[in-house]
């Protein structure tokens, strides 16, 4: 276990407020290894950023976090500051929802991508011009010299996305933490700026924890996925095991309400009732006031993760619902032909 | 850039015309004649009453007085004091360096002060910043007129630390001379200025950016100055050159506290005396300066944000 890149052991993360400590992050736990890809999947307000931030330690000032959050196998919570600034500038990386807001807007770029390698880093000024122009190439710029001398107002969304990609790989990390890093794009772009970040992610050998909104964004770059719903994590798979047989209701509802691309429906299935946040949370399962499957038992006491050949599922009824859960959308019930029996497993 | 300069000075030149007007008319329409103070409450026959308005052209109709000024004023002739019949615009000549040094200091004063401390209480925070929004709320409410005799009390009679009043001659003195005159002046502004910095920078700090260059491991050291000072910059400048501009029509308040010969405090005396063309010619002086300035302040504005185009629409 300690070969993985990251792991979170128990995260948990309550911010101070008027109505006392709002809790939005009720124990996440989850590990990295090298190279692997990890999506964070969730709804606003699940903790999916929140659980990243904790990583980077930039988490909002006052929050009290508890828990380990190791990388190799050292404490992150715990470095000093100096030793916290190392870490950042050598082995993790982080690309942010907006690029647009993630530069100094009356910087040039050139002083952007020099800054993370020559301030950070400790490199000399003329090496990291050498080498922002080198990346500046790899991610797909024509005309670096443009680029180079551009201000951010001058460039395009997804150019500058890929001005941020370049910049998270010129430390080549340990580590690639991705917020919705093309939730702000439009979405001709996003399949591009996706496909030279994954192939960069690739060519450096990094882990990714990839934090989106988007089920399938998420499948198609991910080794693995966690659901979180209220500040947990409901669901670990791997894309194909959760599409074809999701072990969680929650999961499984959050298939159902994706559009269909080849059958038009009048009216998308929703999940019932509104997201709860990890604060509302009263005793037992937290998805137990929407789920169309609850039993009494669902809301007598804190449901454990149970982690079973590679997954892990946090439900108590998972057992006695895996058929159901695998078969067709159930708010449907006279759509579509009955597919019974979609339950193999794609390792 | 070039294109942009021309062309703003031209709008000040327009400026300048309508201004010029709006101050003739301004003296024109105000109670009291330029010849009852020339004959000083003396009697004097309708006679000699009539060949000094003669003289200064007083019966004249108002558009051909405007326009006889006018056209002195562009050959750089501003006329002649009714009280002292000395050539305005040497007088001027003689006044201007007083005024110019003592607004130069306070601008110093008002940028390294107002600025600095500012940029530091909104970058630290605690006790420091605390204490900067009390002295900022103090210092904006003291008025300039209070602050000069408080401060002549205090260190010029008590401590004898600085002259009383005069302007002094020679670098050395010249300072020593201006220093209490252009710390009472610049004292409101300085407070106003570090406010805003305070305000500007706390609000900078909290930018995404700001959070993400940390997050990349830049040094606090780099990031407060290159993301967080030179970002809050934007609204200090327009504030600054707002209050130094101010300044020169501050300067009356503290020349004639300070008994400095400088050009506010013939501003007031020509007031009191009704001395018509030296009141226009000084208020054409502070129209220009404030013109100047805010031409200036926009050209620094292009230099520190290139999302400002000159000559067109901010992109």
Sequence with gaps: ?347 | MLRFIIRRLGALAATLLISSFLIFAAMYAAPGSPESFLVQGRTVSPEVLASIRAQYGLDDPFLVRYGHWLGGVLTGDLGESLTTRQDVASLLASRIPTTLWLTAYAAVLIVVFGVVVGAIAGLRGGAFDTAVLLGSSVGFAIPTFFAAVLLMSVFSVTLGWFPVFGSGSGLADRMSHLTLPAVALALPAVAVVARITRTAVVEEREAEHVQIALARGVPWRIVARRHIVRNAMLPVTTIVGVNIAALVAGAAVVEHAFTLDGIGAMLINAVQQKDFAVVQAIALVLVAVFGVVNLVIDILYAVIDPRVQLGGESA
Excluded at chain 1, 33 to 50: D, N, Y
Excluded at chain 1, 59 to 86: I, K
Excluded at chain 1, 154 to 174: C, D, F, K, N
Excluded at chain 1, 299 to 324: I, K, N, P, Q
């Design chain 1, 1 to 347: 276990m300690s070969a993985n890149v990251l792991e979170l052991d128990d995260v948990r993360l309550a911010l101070p407020s008027r109505h006392g400590d709002r809790t939005l992050l009720r124990g996440v736990s989850l590990s990295l290894a090298p190279g692997e890809a990890l999506g964070l999947v969730g709804e606003s307000g699940s903790g999916k950023s929140m659980t990243l931030r904790t990583v980077l330690r930039t988490e909002p000032p006052g929050a009290r976090v508890t828990g380990r959050v190791l990388l190799d196998g050292e404490d992150v919570r715990l470095l000093g500051a100096a030793a916290l600034r190392r870490v950042r500038a050598e082995r993790l990386t982080m690309i942010s929802q907006n690029p647009r807001a993630a530069l100094n807007p009356v910087l040039r770029i050139s002083r952007y991508l020099v800054e993370g390698l020559c301030d950070a880093r400790g490199e000399s000024r003329d090496e990291a011009t050498r080498r922002a122009r080198d990346l500046l190439a790899r991610v797909g710029i024509a005309d670096v010299d443009r680029c180079m001398d551009a201000y951010p107002h001058q460039l395009s969304g997804g150019m500058l996305q890929r001005v941020v990609i370049a910049a998270a790989m010129a430390s080549s990390p340990r580590l690639l933490l991705a917020d919705e890093p093309t939730t702000a794009l439009d979405v001709t772009t996003q399949s591009e700026v996706m496909a030279i970040l994954d192939e960069q992610r690739r060519e450096h050998g990094m882990a990714m924890l990839f934090v989106t909104h988007d089920l399938e964004l998420a499948s198609a770059v991910c080794d693995r996925i966690a659901v979180l719903y209220a500040g947990e994590i409901v669901e670990i798979g791997t894309p194909a095991q959760l599409h074809s047989a999701p072990r969680h209701p929650y999961t499984r509802l959050l298939l159902d309400s994706r559009p269909s691309l080849t059958a038009k429906t009048a009216a998308l299935p929703v999940i019932p009732g509104r997201p709860i946040a990890a604060y509302e949370v009263e005793g037992g399962c937290a998805f137990s006031g929407r789920c169309p499957w609850v039993a009494p038992r669902c809301s007598e006491g804190e449901v454990a993760l149970v982690h079973d050949a590679g997954r892990a599922t946090r439900c108590l009824r998972a057992d006695e619902l895996t058929a159901e859960l695998a078969g067709p959308a159930v708010s449907e019930p006279a759509g579509e032909p009955v597919q019974a029996g979609e339950t193999e497993e794609t390792a």
